[in-house]
Each structure stands twice: as C-alpha cells, then as structure tokens.
C-alpha cells in the first residue's frame, strides 16, 4: 500500500507524448535535421505539457531520446518536478555527476560548463550530448557558423547564454574527435551545434 | 478539434495499411531510440563508426540488416520510400525491401529519385542529383577500410583516432607501381572533413564525386559489422589519390543502348553467347526517364558474323 502510494504521489500531472511511436519518430527527424545542418531551427508541434522550468522542445527531445540506457544530469534537485517527470515518463537513469553523464540538461544557461564527459580518442561517442535552454533563438543572430552540414554559413542567436559558455566549448572541441554537441531549445524551437561546427561571434553595435 | 481529426485519420489510415501485430517499421521502439542515438553521434562526427545494437531482422545479414534498421528508425508515416539494388528498382533485394516498408510502416514508395524522402542504396547513388531534405541510407557489408590492412579493431581505432592513414596510400601506391594506375573499382576509400577515412560502402568510383558536397544527408548501415556511420549535407568527401596520380572515375566509349546516354555509370549486358553486348544504364530510373522523354540509345547490337577459319 505504501509503494502504491509513493508511485502515485510521483505520477505527473503533465503529459508526454499522447502517441509516443509517431511523435518521437517526428521529433527524431527533427533533430537529425538539425544536427545535421547546424544552425537550422526546427519547431515542435506536439502538444505535450512539460513541467516548469523545462521548456516544450526540451521535453520533447527528452521523451524521443532518453530511456533506461541513458545517463543524465540535469541542473536542478533530483526531486525537483522536472526529474520526476523525465523519470516517470522514460524511465531514465539520473546521475550525481554531470561527467558520468551521457545527457546533460541545462535548464538556464551555465557562465561555463561543470565537468563533463567529453568521450575518448578510440570511442569520441561516448561524449555527452548537452542540451541547454535558451530565452529565444534567431538566424538574424550573432554566431557564425560554419563546418560540416552548412553550405557557407549560417547564422543564429541564442540569447542569454553567456559568452565564457562558447570558449569553454571551443577548448572541448579542440580536443577532436573528443568533444560535445549541444542541443539548443527555446519554447518550441531547437538548433544544434555538433563538435564540428566552429562558431565566430560577431560584433555588434551593443557588444 | 482539428488536430484530433487528423489524429484519426492517421490512426486509421495506419490501421488500414499496415500489417497487425508487428511494430511501426517492425523495429520495437527501444531499439529505433538505441539507433537513434547513435545515428546522431554517427552526424555529429562524419565518417566516424558508431557501434550500435545490430538486431536480427527478418532477412540475413548481407542483404542490407543495416540499411534495413537505419530506415526504420527514421521513416515516418509521411515519408516516401525509394530502393534500388545497383541502381534498379526492380530486383529482388529492392522490391523486397520496399514491401516490407510499405507493409509495416504504410509509407508510399516510389521509383522515382526526386519524389522520395528516404532512398535506401545497395551499391549505387542515383545519378539524379539529391536535393536538400533527402536522406540516402546505404547498405554496407563491410564498414572499415582499414580492415583488409590492420585487422585488430584497437588498432584500427587508433589508427582513426589519430588520422594514422598511411597505409592507405602505401597501398594505393603498391597498386600503381604494379599497375600504372589504382586499379580499385569500387569501394573505393574516401576522407572525410579532413579527417575519418570512410568506406563509401560497394558503389563503383564512378559515384564517389557525388558524395562530395552532397545536399542529402547521407546515412550507412551496417547489421552485420554493427556500425552506423554518417556524412552531414555539404560536408567535404575526397577519394584518396596522389598528386602525380589523381583520382578517376570509370568512363565508357559507348552509350547506354537504350536511352543514349554517355555520362551515366553503364552495366555491360551480354546478348548472346557469340561475344555480343550492349552497355545500359545501371540507374533504371533516370534510363527510364530519359526515354520518356525521348531519348533513344543505338539499341540491341548487332551480331557479330563469325567467319569460318578453313
């Protein structure tokens, strides 16, 4: 009766996917498409209800991605809403330390990234894919990218997400194939920025 | 309300056109989400081979296990299917294919190259150039070019690890001081982005320069050897040459005898048993389609008159 209790006490009251195998196989490809053509935005139509502070795509790329195979940290209390929901709906496995992580969930952007599993030189996969939340996300924006998947270049804007993030990603990088790729998600929208994609900030008149 | 029509109607149109009791594209859904992840770390580090839980699927391995779960990971209800088999749709491995597809999954197929969403490849890429939004999924049979060479997987690893691909070339120079000239046809390794050196999986020579710069993403599967690797749109692909002895692609004296074209990769054809033969398009669609438009090649050859020695 008691374990009846608990689990229903850690029964969500948002909900996932209502079609789980058709939802997740659109949100995939939305995802590939993203990560193989940096810089692009995607934005999901799905009509799931994610607890705060985790946003709609953020959620969606969890509920498509992670299950009990999967590693991950996020930024928040263990017992906070959004693990609960992420556990009740996948299944996940959440880890103390972000370096044993093979997701790690930021749910406001880092000034600069905690310690984090960046693979090895025989097995680069193993990396952590790193998904941050970000106030909103342009192509108008102040990163240029370019690299693997863009034709010249591409440009996007990911506001609130300091400065220091972006260094502290180009020494990850530097270490290739080691390295991270990151998934950036705003209300509905998602971009990514695989390990290959080298960034170059702008000036701009704000600076 | 709107939204909850169309959920009806995709339900029952799923209902209707799939088969009962199996999957979404047969695999269970656990499974596409392993392959899935590993598809995109597959994209994130081009050329790089993913080790993946390579299941058993309903045919052997060798006629395409990898392309097959690749595909069905990533197809969805609204996706168009196209296969060929070394360029044609209509054999076996490909109709087969196809079926299964359009049997689990309830996808339109097509024939035609520039209609499909997802073309699966045994051996060929199209000769109609990809567009920005396709995906090419290739069957491999053997993913690591390094194999024949070095035949420890740790070595191997280092050895891409560390863009250690020296051999390669000691190989390929082995080939033209024997030959004049590298003589591998098909198969033949490429670079990619500067640093993995990639099996493009069996397609002749003659379709490595497509790969360079693609539009499409293109994706590889191998079920036997459980790797999945990638090549994101746009991305460079360089076959491994000499300066002194750059890279060449086949080319043909004659035409294809059914549409004319001389600038498509042609299959020889013997006619009969006296020595006559025609070249014809590998690419039955694109032959098709130039015919439909009007081309016309030199057709059947002619005999050939053997003359009694006395």
């Not at chain 2, 099996?199 to 999945?228: C, H, T, V, W, Y």
């Not at chain 2, 005898?257 to 070249?279: H, P, Q, Y």
Request: with cysteine; net charge neutral.
């Amino acid at each position: 009766m008691a374990l009846l209790q608990e689990s229903i006490d850690h029964i969500p009251l948002e909900t996932g996917f209502d079609d789980p195998i058709y939802e997740s196989q659109i949100v995939f490809r939305k995802i590939l498409k993203v990560m193989s053509e940096p810089g692009t935005i995607k934005k999901i139509k799905n009509k799931l209800s994610a607890p705060a502070p985790m946003m709609r795509a953020t959620a969606a790329i969890c509920l498509t991605l992670m299950d009990f195979q999967t590693k991950v940290w996020l930024d928040l209390p263990q017992d906070s809403e959004v693990s609960k929901y992420l556990k009740f709906h996948t299944g996940l496995k959440l880890v103390e330390h972000s370096s044993e992580a093979d997701f790690v969930v930021f749910f406001t952007a880092p000034a600069e990234l905690p310690p984090l599993n960046l693979g090895t030189d025989d097995n680069p996969e193993t990396a952590a894919t790193v998904i941050i939340q970000t106030q909103s996300l342009d192509d108008i924006g102040k990163l240029k990218l370019t690299g693997p998947g863009i034709k010249k270049s591409r440009f996007l804007n990911a506001e609130n997400i300091p400065a220091s993030l972006w260094d502290h990603r180009v020494k990850a990088n530097s270490l290739f194939p080691k390295g991270i790729d990151i998934i950036l998600t705003s209300d509905k929208k998602l971009s990514a920025l695989p390990r290959t994609t080298k960034l170059k900030m702008l000036k701009t008149i704000k600076g | 309300m709107k939204a909850i029509s169309g959920e009806r109607k995709r339900t029952s149109r799923l209902k209707e056109k799939t088969l009962d009791g199996y999957n979404f594209a047969y695999l269970d859904d656990q499974t596409k989400r392993m392959i899935r992840r590993a598809t995109l770390k597959a994209v994130a580090i081009p050329g790089y081979q993913v080790p993946f839980g390579s299941r058993e699927m309903p045919l052997p391995f060798g006629w395409g296990t990898g392309g097959i779960q690749v595909t069905a990971s990533i197809i969805g209800i609204d996706d168009t299917l196209k296969v060929i088999d070394q360029g044609a749709d209509d054999t076996t491995n490909a109709v087969n294919i196809r079926r299964f597809f359009a049997k689990t999954a309830g996808v339109e197929t097509t024939e035609n190259t520039s209609d499909a969403s997802i073309i699966q490849t045994r051996h060929r890429i199209p000769e109609v150039k990809l567009k920005s939004d396709q995906i090419i999924v290739y069957q491999v049979p053997i993913p690591e070019p390094l194999r024949w060479i070095e035949p420890r997987e740790e070595e191997t690893r280092k050895m891409h690890a560390l863009t250690e691909y020296g051999v390669m070339h000691v190989g390929l120079y082995e080939n033209i001081a024997h030959f004049g000239k590298v003589t591998t046809s098909y198969d033949y390794p490429v670079q990619v982005n500067d640093h993995y050196v990639m099996s493009p999986s069996p397609i002749p020579k003659f379709d490595n320069p497509k790969m360079d710069k693609m539009p499409a993403l293109q994706l590889f599967g191998a079920g036997r050897e459980k790797r999945i690797y990638a090549v994101p749109p746009y991305t460079k692909v360089k076959s491994l040459d000499f300066d002194d002895h750059p890279f060449e692609i086949e080319s043909w004296s004659e035409c294809c005898a059914l549409c004319g074209s001389s600038s498509s990769f042609l299959d020889e054809v013997i006619t009969d048993d006296k020595g006559s033969r025609m070249f014809v398009c590998s690419d039955s669609n694109f032959c098709a389609d130039r015919r439909a438009k009007g081309h016309k090649g030199p057709g059947l050859p002619r005999k050939f008159e053997i003359k009694d020695v006395e």
